[in-house]
């Protein structure tokens, strides 16, 4: 009797060490049993305010790719509007300027430039004479305009060199007489830049031109990232990184203009890094072609969202084969992230949801165990829905971006109402993610920064310190945005070495040691019972 109820014991112990253990478990990482990561972002995809200075050669700088511009005819007053938005003739009309009267750039050189209104057509102009339109639906020479500065003032010319004027009857027309002076004259316009939001690879590698962008982008790439980094990561317990990637590099060397060659080979520096220090990759297309969310990481040239046509989709899905061909049986592949935050207001649920089953099965005719990583459409979208979509059946993973950013409800929270949110909102929603049976819960990307103007060191640590607790139940795992910034709150290594976050020995390592505990205490127990 006494041998029978040791072994109900025995095999009671067995079964919660093998169900408990199983639940924190993700496939081919050493030491802790799930994902701790850190971003590699602003390194194979350009984002201009993690590195301001890499733009600061530029001639008219502040006149890039998407930049928004306003025209104000000094003599009338009045600003150039392209009526309804687009599509029909330009006026010199408006005393108040708003969408209408807002040009986005297309940069064609250091004083060219195309003009895109708010609907997305070009302003044209077919020769001297002409009266300017907005129906341009591509540019070419005719949509081409040369704008010459003096300081906020600005001429307008046509490419064949007549200059663009305002004339009395409201109209704006290309037969300025002869070349106009910088006094109130009509063909002197008041120019503002109303944002200039966008500093991506686009804008870098047009603004340069492409001999010096190579220049540039070469010096980056050799130096930003380098194996000492991925030394010093090992010691910090982290145990992959999540390498941001650009479409264009199933292109390179040579990808299409403006974009730059060499982010590949600088990809298989970070495998071969990697693979040394023993951590994992995750590689996640960080931009599309077109563009799937009209942001600067998403390589948008003017902020405008292409992607969810079917062209762009196919050959986003072509760049997914690229990369799970060549990856797919490196030791050092952990996962392939299908897309980077796809906006909610321009990429349609059902289209979205499409695509991520075809990468799905792209990855898996490459490989049965590697990852497969869908993101969270941005913006006014519920992370159930990607849960409900039943995209694939095995080592999936959905990605939650947790920031208390960019969203006036964070705006005026305090030190204890941001640590708050976090043990009781985000807590709450991953605790409810874990318990769905679908997918693996992944928090991609998150900071030890906040709206707070006066947190002290304290604070940031407590800060940190309740992210690491709550993000650590995330049955993936988590990784930190991003591994080096010139704003030192989104730095990794700047908060670690200054003692800002402080990583520790975290949940899930306790709860890996405790589960190995009694492993052990399973195994004692049973073989003295058997003696």
Not at 338 to 360: C, F, H, I, M, R
Not at 447 to 472: I, R
Not at 503 to 531: E, Q, R, V, Y
Request: aromatic residues 12%; hydrophobic residues 35%; glycine residues 8%.
């Amino acid at each position: 009797m006494e041998l029978t109820f040791s072994k109900w014991v025995c095999a009671f112990l067995l079964c919660c060490w093998l169900n408990f253990s199983k639940g924190y478990s993700v496939e081919g990482l050493r030491g802790d049993s799930k994902v701790k990561a850190v971003n590699l972002g602003g390194w194979l995809v350009v984002e201009g305010w993690i590195k301001p200075s890499l733009f600061d050669g530029i001639p008219n700088g502040d006149m890039l790719d998407g930049t928004e511009v306003q025209f104000k005819s000094v003599t009338l007053q009045k600003y150039v509007s392209a009526e309804n938005g687009g599509g029909m003739n330009v006026t010199v009309s408006r005393d108040v300027a708003s969408s209408w009267e807002s040009f986005k750039l297309w940069r064609v050189s250091e004083s060219e430039f195309q003009l895109r209104t708010s609907q997305g057509q070009f302003l044209t102009c077919d020769g001297v004479g002409c009266s300017i339109s907005a129906t341009a639906e591509s540019p070419s020479t005719s949509e081409t305009f040369f704008i010459e500065r003096n300081n906020s003032r600005v001429h307008i010319k046509l490419k064949i060199g007549a200059y663009l004027q305002a004339t009395i009857g409201n109209q704006l027309t290309g037969d300025y007489p002869g070349t106009p002076g910088w006094d109130d004259n009509e063909a002197t316009f008041e120019m503002m830049i109303v944002a200039n939001d966008l500093h991506g690879d686009y804008q870098l590698a047009n603004g340069y031109g492409h001999n010096e962008a190579k220049k540039v982008l070469q010096r980056h790439r050799n130096t930003f990232i380098t194996t000492e980094d991925f030394h010093f990561l090992y010691r910090n317990g982290i145990n992959t990184v999540r390498i941001p990637v650009g479409w264009w590099i199933a292109s390179d060397p040579n990808p299409p203009a403006p974009f730059i060659g060499g982010t590949l080979e600088a990809l298989e520096n970070a495998f071969s890094w990697a693979q040394a220090y023993n951590i994992k990759c995750i590689i996640d297309l960080h931009a599309a072609p077109g563009s799937q969310n009209g942001m600067e990481h998403s390589a948008s040239r003017d902020g405008f969202t292409g992607w969810p046509s079917p062209d762009y989709i196919s050959q986003t899905l072509d760049v997914i084969d690229f990369l799970a061909s060549r990856y797919a049986k490196h030791p050092a592949l952990l996962g392939i992230e299908l897309l980077n935050e796809p906006s909610a207001a321009t990429v349609p649920l059902d289209t979205l949801v499409s695509y991520y089953k075809q990468g799905y099965q792209i990855v898996r005719k490459y490989s049965s165990t590697a990852y497969v990583i869908i993101c969270q459409r941005i913006g006014n979208a519920d992370p159930l829905e990607l849960y409900q979509a039943n995209i694939g059946s095995h080592n999936i993973v959905v990605d939650l971006h947790f920031y208390n950013l960019f969203d006036p409800f964070y705006v005026n929270m305090s030190t204890v109402d941001n640590i708050q949110f976090i043990y009781k909102s985000r807590e709450d929603q991953l605790r409810a993610l874990n318990s769905t049976n679908g997918p693996l819960v992944f928090i991609g990307e998150w900071v030890n920064e906040w709206n707070v103007t006066s947190g002290s060191q304290t604070d940031y640590q407590e800060f940190g310190k309740a992210q690491l607790e709550v993000y650590d139940s995330a049955s993936f795992g988590w990784a930190y945005w991003t591994l080096k910034n010139d704003r030192k709150h989104w730095d990794f290594e700047w908060n670690i070495r200054n003692n800002y976050l402080q990583l520790g020995d975290s949940p899930n390592k306790k709860i890996f040691n405790s589960l190995m505990l009694l492993g052990l205490t399973c195994a004692w127990f049973c073989m003295h019972s058997l003696l």
